[in-house]
């Protein structure tokens, strides 16, 4: 999912782990996306487009088996409830942090093309529903009832809700082909994507945990 909707699933573990601060859970969302980020800045793994992107789906996911297997966000879960439970003595916030970074793979396995590997260093099968692909007028209707839904659960405030929707909106034209935005300037151009995927994770982040 868009950066704006990984944030607000923080909402919904906040609401069930009350008295974990935030800022936990809004790093968890996101943590193995700034992986990725960083491993696409390194080089190591890799994003490519189509000649033209029109869409989403011109975006291709196409080599990043180290931040999204599946084996490794379930290790990484795993190893965080593990540290900040036992080694910190924090078993809610070690808990919460868990339940965030696999958030973030079961999203993307809704909503990405099978892209998601189930450990590094295979040629195994890829794993993805594709809706970003396949129908990307679903998937946009998913990513702002999600988002508005995650809203609804944690009973926020009408500013988180307008940050929610303002910010689902702004991705529209990733979704719509026929309606022009920055993604025309990102073909054959990954690091572009790469810096507006941080700076929409960055500044999600902060609104949502500022509204929240």
Known sequence: MFAINHAATALIIKKEFINVPIIWLLISV????MAWIILNFLGIEKTTTEKEVRYVGDVHLSYMPFSHSIVTMVGVASLSWLI?????????????????VISHLIL????????IAIVPFTKGPKFGLGLYA??????????????????????????????????????????????????????NRPLLIIAVILVQILVTLIFVGIFS
């Open 30 to 33: 996101q943590f193995m996306e």
């Open 84 to 100: 900040i439970s036992e080694g910190l003595r924090q078993p809610d916030i070690g808990m919460a942090v868990g339940i965030g």
């Open 108 to 115: 993307d396995l809704i909503t990405h093309s099978n892209d």
């Open 134 to 187: 396949k129908y990307p007028i679903v998937a946009f209707i998913l990513e702002i009832g999600y988002g508005i839904f995650c809203w609804w659960i944690y009973k926020g405030g009408w500013a988180l809700l307008v940050t929610i929707v303002v910010f689902n909106l702004a991705n529209i034209s990733m979704f719509f082909s026929a309606v022009m935005g920055i993604e025309k300037h990102m073909a």
